[in-house]
């Protein structure tokens, strides 16, 4: 065998039964997926295999004329899911920017220290973190004991199964995801530049919008899509702390698969996700792109 | 061919770069490497002279062409099936094994047995001047005794070539000078061929039998240091290694007539018959006119005087507006004292020391 | 000029404080308020106890002899027993198809690198949810009974890639002229592989394994669309009693999970750091 035959041989052997693997289980489905949304629902849950694009239109507005309804509770649900995920970007960045710089200019050791216990949250259960909140918000929790034996307030707080619950506790699970692009570039920042700044006689809140803002900002960029995606789409956070009362896009993706069994529908709700997620990615791509090409203009 | 042990035949490789276009970094190179030979590799970054190299190692499948080894074809086996070892830029140590692990590394693959190893991987340490190092940590040791890891290492298992990657260019100069010797002196110990890649062209003349300066993917000139510093065959070369002067024109009768009208005498060559060529004059040809020397001169007006010791160098430009630079011993101060005052100088020159490269490039 | 700076730098110091309370204070209390006596208002303190963690254990304690607990600890058990099983499974399976596709893409060169390469991020950034409805079609169409099989088969999809990532990162850095040497040196390439990358490759394998298995065991969205009706894991089952209202043994069973996982954690992550 020739070096070249036996490397393609051991590259078949590497690859092949994953790519099948991936290929039947993961684009496969996803394929389905989106040949589901374009199918009739079937009467007892089910489909029908005819080329039917009213799913879409229950959502955009051209219901099928013969069943259905437009109803714009689906995009009022939907605008209101892409709030709540920027809020959340917005909230996580708040939190998130300021320790950055704090801990990027701390030592070799407790850096490393400060970066474990920020990725530790990330390894323990999603649904013990939020089932947390859930203890401290609720009717008879911890913030509500608080206020009523402090005298504070007289009547529990409504806290929970609220907009904000859930933009608290979506923060709180995505902290990770945002701290760690946006740490990343914080530490790669050269401080020089800053003192250049300074010294050319910008303020510090000059140059803290012209120079440190914008060295950022590929990491505040990749931070808000990792964060917004999933949060767009969560449906675990708004069932735990958003209950019956606020309703995102996931709880109705949710609904139309285990509840209504209408899953056509379903699938065509999980494709506005994906398209949304779709126009973020290449819309970061291009953007960075253009960044890189701006960079390596000005670097000739 | 008995006295060569490797032997490149039309040796091609080209790359294509990410941009999509195609890089030449072996054009049809032929070569022989003599047994028992220090050869140097030079050129410039990106000449070919790295991938000449791991086309020998085999980590670089060839194009076209076809390598031998001690005569046996090696065009088509991977690297660990070939009687060559190299020590890389890097050193490239193990870092999960001890230094004794390492050095014993080749023996081990090989399937030597654990006492044999043992004896001549000390030897081997002892060799390079590490004696009872063997349990260490690559990481534990300073950049020159990482260096002498990988040289034990490689010559361990006494390969019939040893390939040398710019290994010296990580130490600082001292150390360098130091090991540039160490090196020379190993290679006639061990009495295996050394082939060197280096783009410094001092230590390329120091330490080489014979050195091949590559650009463009071709071998430009293969001769001795001294040839290749007295007579290189183009301007590349001449350029490439020591400062020159270069006169480029027209040939008349013992002197060369450049376009603006400079006159360069040199001894008349009735090997070849030129009519265009380019005269050099290496710096240290030049020196100081006295009154009435019997040698032909050029005149400069200075723009500056650097001094480096045992030498003056004079940076300045004829009547024409061409820049020569010449080096002139710092033991004549008292020529160099006018010189300084009247900011002109009169440079002269023996017609026998100019050396006529013929315009054709690469031609002998 | 100098007191502004400082204090600027208190300012950031103090709000870096808060960020890690707001982290930490959250855990702290549940794992203070997991030895509250009290049984029915969780966070009114009455006294120090430690029967829900005897309870959940399947010790009998007072309240368990009423006939209302035992079914849900038998429950317990089951579910922690399934989400065992599954990530053990899970995570065998995505660490060889993972660190296969990472020595496939930075040890060789074929058409198609690029696709394998979007492939393997397009699960971290897809919504769970678009994964799991896609699985929940896909397995009903083509027959297959939803069950351990099928949440197995499932969650490999996405672990793939977080395996992937973590080895891959590890292939990048590394030095490939040890490779060269070791090859150089009259290695072929099995023995190669064997002496020179496998050792170093080593902790970052078991590091994404170690990711895989803790986010098996954590994942609740793909798991509860593909799980059927008969396989509870032990988010699911955390995640309906949530819904049900919450008894304080969910209390001792959250402290002993975020227990678990941040043993496992501080061991990845102490494994990863030690190889740099």
């Not at chain 1, 099948?20 to 199918?39: D, E, H, K, N």
């Not at chain 1, 709030?83 to 320790?99: D, F, S």
Request: charged share 15%; glycine share 8%.
């Amino acid at each position: 065998m020739t070096i070249a035959s036996r490397r393609r041989f051991q590259l078949a052997l590497l690859l092949g039964p994953v790519s099948a693997f991936l290929a039947v289980f993961f684009l496969g489905p996803l394929a389905i997926m989106v040949v589901t949304s374009f199918l009739a629902p079937g009467l007892y849950g089910g489909v029908e295999w005819t080329f039917y694009p009213h799913n879409f239109g229950r959502i955009l507005g051209f219901a099928d004329p013969m069943f259905e309804e437009y109803d714009p509770i689906y995009i009022a649900i939907f605008l209101r899911s892409v709030e709540i995920a920027a809020l959340t970007v917005l909230a996580t960045l708040l939190v998130c920017y300021p320790a950055a710089f704090c801990i990027a200019r701390l030592s070799e050791r407790s850096k490393n220290f400060c970066l474990f216990l920020i990725t530790l949250p990330f390894f323990t259960s999603l649904i013990v973190r939020l089932f947390v909140w859930v203890l401290i918000l609720r009717q008879t929790g911890l913030v509500n004991e608080v206020l009523l034996s402090s005298g504070l307030t007289e009547r529990p707080l409504d806290l929970i199964y609220t907009k904000g619950a859930i933009i608290l506790g979506m923060t709180y699970v995505f902290i990770p995801f945002m701290f760690m692009p946006v740490y990343a570039s914080v530490e790669k920042l050269d401080w020089t530049l800053v003192r250049a700044s300074l010294d050319l006689g910008a303020g510090p809140i000059r140059t803290f919008w012209r120079i440190i803002l914008p060295l950022t900002a590929p990491g505040i960029a990749g931070g808000a899509v990792i964060v917004f995606i999933p949060a767009l789409g969560n449906f675990v956070v708004p069932a735990v702390l958003g209950g019956a009362k606020v309703m995102m896009f996931g709880n109705l993706i949710e609904q139309q698969f285990l509840a209504a069994r209408n899953w056509p529908f379903g699938a065509a709700l999980a494709m506005m996700v994906m398209s949304v997620m779709l126009i973020m990615m290449v819309a970061h791509v291009v953007l960075s792109g253009r960044r890189s090409a701006a960079a390596a203009a000005l670097a000739r | 061919m008995q006295n060569s042990i490797v032997r490149l035949v039309e040796a091609s490789k080209a790359f294509t770069t990410p941009e999509g276009g195609i890089v030449t970094a072996l054009d049809r190179i032929d070569l022989n490497v003599r047994r028992n030979e220090f050869l140097t590799l030079l050129g410039p970054s990106g000449c070919g002279k790295t991938t000449l190299l791991q086309a020998i190692s085999g980590f670089v499948e060839l194009d076209g062409g076809s390598i031998l080894i001690d005569g046996e074809d090696m065009t088509d086996r991977p690297p660990y099936r070939r009687p060559v070892n190299t020590v890389f830029q890097n050193y490239a140590l193990f870092p999960h094994m001890t230094v004794g692990e390492n050095v014993a590394y080749s023996l081990e693959v090989a399937g030597v047995a654990k006492p044999e190893r043992r004896e001549k991987v000390a030897a081997a340490l002892k060799m390079v001047g590490l004696e009872g190092m063997e349990a260490r940590r690559p990481r534990q040791l300073s950049g020159g005794q990482q260096q002498r890891v990988a040289l034990a290492r490689a010559i361990i298992a006494r390969p019939k070539l040893l390939l040398l990657d710019e290994p010296l260019s990580a130490l600082d100069k001292n150390l360098r000078q130091a090991m540039q010797i160490e090196l020379k002196t190993l290679q006639n110990e061990l009495g295996i061929s050394f082939i060197f890649v280096t783009h410094d062209q001092q230590e390329a003349l120091t330490m080489s039998d014979r050195v091949a300066v590559l650009s463009g993917g071709r071998i430009q000139q293969l001769d001795t240091p001294r040839a290749i510093y007295d007579h290189p065959v183009n301007t590349f070369v001449a350029t490439f290694i020591g400062a020159s002067n270069l006169f480029e024109g027209r040939l008349d009768g013992d002197r060369l007539m450049t376009a603006d009208g400079m006159a360069i005498r040199h001894q008349p060559c009735d090997r070849r018959i030129l009519t265009q060529a380019t005269a050099l004059i290496r710096p240290e040809q030049f020196f100081l006119a006295e009154d009435n020397a019997p040698f032909p001169t050029i005149d400069i007006d200075l723009d500056q005087i650097v001094f480096v010791g045992s030498t003056f160098e004079l940076f300045g430009r004829t009547a024409e507006g061409r820049k020569v630079v010449a080096e002139v011993p710092a033991n004549r101060r008292s020529l160099i004292g006018t010189v300084e005052q009247t900011r002109k100088a009169r440079l002269a020159y023996d017609p026998a020391a100019v050396h006529l490269i013929g315009t054709t490039t690469g031609a002998a | 000029m100098k007191i502004a700076r400082s204090l600027f730098t208190g300012g950031l110091l103090a709000y870096t404080g808060l960020f890690f309370a707001f982290i930490y204070i959250p855990l702290a209390v549940i794992a203070v308020y997991s030895f509250n006596a009290n049984p029915v208002n969780m966070m009114t303190w009455t006294g120090f106890t430690t029967e829900w963690y005897a309870q959940v254990l399947g010790f009998k304690t007072k309240v368990s002899e009423s006939a209302l607990y035992i079914e849900s600890t038998g429950q317990l058990l089951q579910a922690v027993w399934n989400s065992l099983v599954i990530a053990a499974s899970t995570t065998a399976i995505a660490t060889v198809f993972g660190t296969a596709i990472a020595i496939a893409l930075y040890r060789f060169e074929f058409v198609g690198q690029r696709f394998y390469r979007v492939v393997m991020f397009m699960p971290m950034l897809m919504p769970d949810i678009v994964l799991g409805i896609a699985l929940l079609i896909f397995f009903v169409n083509s027959g297959i009974r939803l069950g351990l099989t099928t949440i197995i088969i499932g969650q490999c999809t996405f672990l793939i890639s977080y395996v992937f990532i973590v080895v891959s990162a590890r292939l990048a850095g590394m030095d490939r002229t040890l490779e060269h040497a070791s090859a150089d040196l009259g290695a072929n390439e099995w023995m190669t592989f064997r002496r020179v990358v496998l050792p170093q490759l080593f902790p970052a394998i078991v590091g994404g394994a170690l990711l895989a298995f803790i986010i098996s065991m954590d994942d609740l969205v793909i798991t509860y669309f593909i799980a059927g009706v008969d396989v509870t894991t032990l988010p699911m089952f955390i995640f309906s009693m949530l819904r049900r209202g919450i008894k304080p043994e969910i209390n001792a069973i959250a402290v002993m999970m975020l227990s678990f996982s941040f043993v496992v954690a501080s061991l990845g992550l102490y494994l990863r750091s030690r190889q740099k």
